[in-house]
Each structure stands twice: as C-alpha cells, then as structure tokens.
C-alpha cells in the first residue's frame, strides 16, 4: 500500500521516496504457508509456477487482506483531507492461494476447459506459444484444479477491492474520489495450449480498467473502445487538475469517460521477447476494435491476423489469406509508425 499527500514529500516510501509519505508491504500467512502448496511445475520458480493451496483462516490472515485493512485504515486517517493511495493486490498471481471458501464457490467438475478446433494450431507461428509442450504437460483433471484455484485467487481479490469500496461509502468518499481498478496484464488458462502472460494472444495482451470519476457521464457504463494502460498517468493528472508533460504518449481518456461510445481510433499495442534457436527478438501486435495483427521479428517468424468481430477466440489466422492484404498492410503500417522497443 502506498499513500501520499499532495504537496508533502515523505522519506519512508521504498519504491520512491519522493513520491510517498507511507509505504506498507505486509506479509501475511499466505507467505507462511507456501510449504503446503500442490505444485504442478516444480521445476519452475515459484513466481511463474502452477502451484495452488486451500488456505484455513480468514482473509485477513492473508497478505491481500492485510492489504485492504491497511489501505482502510489511512482511508480513515485522512478522510477531511486529500490524499492519493494505491492498493496493490498480490492475487491471482501465482502461487494461486485463497481461504478455502473461495475454492468452494468453483466446484471443480463445475471447471470447463477451451473447446478449441486442434487444426488452429497449425496456422499458429512457433514464437507464438510460450508454453512449450503444450499445457506443460498437465492432464485434464490438473487442468481444471489450477483453473479452479485461478478463480479463486480472482474471486478472493475482488472481495478486498470490495471492501475498499465499501470503506468509501462508509466514510462518504464515494462520490468525490476518483477510483481507477486496473492490472498489468491478462491471463492465459490454457487458451491456445498456453497457460499465464508472455503473450501476444487476446486473453493475455487484454486487461481489465475500470475508472469511476466525479461527475463523469460516463460511470457505470461500458465503452466498446481500445484503450491502453498508458493512458492512466494522463487521465489521472487531467482528473486531479495536474499539469502533465508534453511528452506523454498515452492519451487523457476523460472524453470516454463522460461519453463511452464517442469516436475514438487509437489502437493498442502489445510486445513479448522471445528466444529460439539462441537468437532473440520481439514479437509485436496492434489491437483495433475489429483486428488484432501480430509480427514475430518483424514478420521474419511469423506473423498472425485475427477478425475480432467474426472470431473473438483467434482460432482462424488470416495473416496468409489474400482477400485481407489491405487490412493486413495498414495493420503493419501502424506497427511500423510506432516503433520497435528493443
């Protein structure tokens, strides 16, 4: 948890002293506990395994839980005056930990795995597939377990973001605080044979991004448009009534959020490094609202074409069909006129 009073400057802030005047990062009995962990990739670290456990306790026994009481709590210390927190959330991040009564909601005969047409792998570029062999080799049924834990670890956040939420009703905050829920990536659950991030498919490139604002037309609605997580720092410091520098990339989304449905044309982008044969390189892809496009070095190692309206899932790349060489060469346009970050 990180907290901050405009115009004070604090010096415990461990990430940036300049920045914060408070900074708490607990540990809690989830941290304890790792030992009891079923592990299906014992071979991976800990951070990037497939490993879960069914906590006995509450949850605010649990390193989130401590997380939300203590962002309470300095809700409750500075609520006559401004302040700035931000409440970072371990879960679901693997290991996938939760009390036991969030398992409980997800039956696990109740778990259904894709229903994916096999011969979409085959038009599938190799740099495209970060889990090699496929579902790193889990059965069915420890398939559907680590899913189950996934949602659990999910359902168990949400319940502490709920009680932040809560806290700011309590306290009357509701309706003067800008509220901004978002996470750095998306997540694979076996989609393509793929399981976590490092990739450039839909489920993983995507994320969720909630914004709620005073006075914004907007809150409680949902916009259909691409928007990318650089466009936070802007649309915050427009919010807050901050000068922002002139060199920002991203884009202040207060428009979309006083009318969600209003003409809006910038894509997103998302880039992964890969490393094959000991060569490495990036793989890029441009998200419109219709078509996501990908290049794996430049198009040296691939290059994949998905037509969100008709194919949502990306079972059918189009990047070699003939009839989608114009979308596909303005697709690579707009990669090329952003760059390459190497």
């Not at 906590?55 to 989130?64: N, P, R, V």
């Not at 990739?199 to 448009?225: D, Q, T, W, Y």
Request: glycine share 8%.
């Amino acid at each position: 948890v990180h907290y901050g009073v405009p115009g004070q400057i604090g010096t415990d802030g461990q990430d940036d002293p300049q920045s914060w005047n408070k900074v708490v990062n607990p540990a809690g009995r989830d941290k304890k506990e790792e030992h009891l962990l079923t592990n299906y990739t014992p071979n991976r670290g800990l951070g990037s395994s497939l490993s879960w456990l069914e906590a006995e306790g509450t949850d605010e026994e649990q390193t989130d839980g401590i997380v939300a009481t203590e962002a309470i709590r300095l809700m409750r210390e500075n609520k006559d005056r401004p302040f700035f927190i931000a409440a970072g959330f371990y879960r679901p991040h693997c290991p996938y930990i939760a009390p036991k009564k969030y398992f409980d909601m997800y039956p696990v005969e109740s778990i259904e795995l894709p229903n994916e047409p096999q011969e979409h792998f085959k038009d599938i570029p190799k740099p495209a597939f970060f889990t090699d062999p496929l579902y790193w080799g889990l059965d069915e049924l420890q398939r559907k377990e680590v899913i189950r834990a996934y949602y659990a670890a999910v359902t168990f956040m949400d319940a502490q973001v709920g009680r932040l939420l809560d806290a700011l009703e309590e306290l009357n905050l509701a309706d003067k605080t800008v509220i901004v829920f978002w996470s750095d990536h998306g997540y694979n659950l076996t989609e393509h044979g793929q399981w976590k991030k490092q990739s450039l498919f839909e489920p993983a490139a995507r994320v969720p991004l909630f914004i709620g604002a005073p006075s914004m037309k907007g809150n409680g609605k949902v916009s259909p448009r691409i928007v990318e997580l650089i466009d936070v720092y802007p649309t915050l410091a427009n919010l807050c009534g901050l000068s922002k520098p002139t060199y920002l990339q991203g884009a202040d989304l207060t428009p979309l959020l006083n009318n969600p449905r209003m003409r809006w044309d910038r894509p997103a982008y998302t880039q992964v490094d890969r490393s094959i044969r000991g060569s490495k390189f990036i793989g890029r892809s441009v998200r419109t609202e219709r078509w996501r496009y990908t290049e794996w070095n430049e198009g040296r190692d691939g290059i994949q074409l998905y037509d969100h309206r008709k194919d949502p899932n990306e079972y059918v790349n189009l990047a070699n069909d003939p009839r989608y060489e114009k979308v596909r060469n303005e697709l690579r346009a707009l990669l090329r006129a952003h760059g390459v970050s190497k």
